[in-house]
């Protein structure tokens, strides 16, 4: 198992990628935090799972949430190896300027505040122990921007920006930095993202996808396990595209 003794913090973890990184840890030998601000969903999982997970309410754009989620998830496993930053949030596909601010900064305070936070609640654990990991969850959005979804693009071009600019302030002290930049998938943001959910908007997204379809919570864990394994200890300010040739 290539996360064999490992203890992972996954945000977003109620649903979408997020509960398919975590299912996928804990198959992989890891024991998993179930993080998630959708407490009946998030227990859910975490019972599904069984024994190697435990889940811990949290929104992940509150300081306070991101100290007790690290407290608690040492408390609980002893440890902390990993920080999958995965919840995400955008607002609804439409000219630019119809996004009003409320929505704009919760866009930014899920999508890039948090990868902050996460830093200040993980950092000093993984230095006093000498190692760590944070996986976030980017976008080809923040590399191949699709229009009307200008504001969630450029949070996700923040995101891979703070990867690599973490990977390289972090590297002397063997903490590593990278991210995943997933196609459009079956997730629940993706209505969101079309606007409307119509066959023929289904078929516009798969038709920019070279491979033909979108992506699935599988493919990104796929990748995930790979990125947090000891296989990828040499990686770190990767942002991975798992997109079936879009960003080619």
Not at 89 to 102: C, F, G, I, K, R
Not at 233 to 243: F, I, K, N, Q, R
């Amino acid at each position: 198992m290539r996360l064999n003794n490992k203890v992972a913090i996954v945000t977003g973890a109620a649903s979408g990628f997020g509960e398919g990184i975590a299912r996928r840890f804990a198959a992989e030998g890891a024991k998993v935090v179930v993080a998630d601000i959708t407490e009946d969903a998030g227990q859910t999982i975490a019972a599904d799972i069984g024994d190697a997970a435990h889940f811990i309410r949290a929104d992940v754009t509150s300081a306070a949430d991101w100290k007790a989620l690290v407290d608690g998830t040492i408390a609980h496993f002893g440890r902390l190896d990993i920080v999958v930053n995965n919840a995400g949030y955008t607002h609804l596909n439409q000219p630019m300027l119809d996004v009003q601010e409320a929505e704009f900064d919760r866009v930014y305070a899920v999508n890039v505040k948090s990868l902050y936070l996460s830093a200040q609640a993980a950092v000093p654990v993984f230095r006093n122990q000498g190692s760590g990991q944070f996986l976030n969850i980017a976008s080809t959005a923040g590399i191949r921007p699709r229009p009307g979804l200008v504001w969630y693009n450029s949070s996700k071009s923040a995101a891979i920006g703070i990867t690599r600019s973490m990977a390289i302030e972090l590297a002397a002290e063997q903490i590593r930095v990278n991210a995943i930049n997933p196609v459009a998938g079956e997730t629940p943001l993706l209505k969101r993202f079309m606007g409307q959910d119509t066959p023929e908007k289904r078929a516009a997204f798969k038709a920019s996808i070279p491979m033909g379809r979108l992506s699935t919570a599988q493919d990104i864990a796929g990748a995930a396990v790979y990125l947090c394994s000891d296989d990828a200890a040499l990686v770190t300010g990767v942002c991975m595209e798992v997109d079936g040739g879009r960003c080619i």
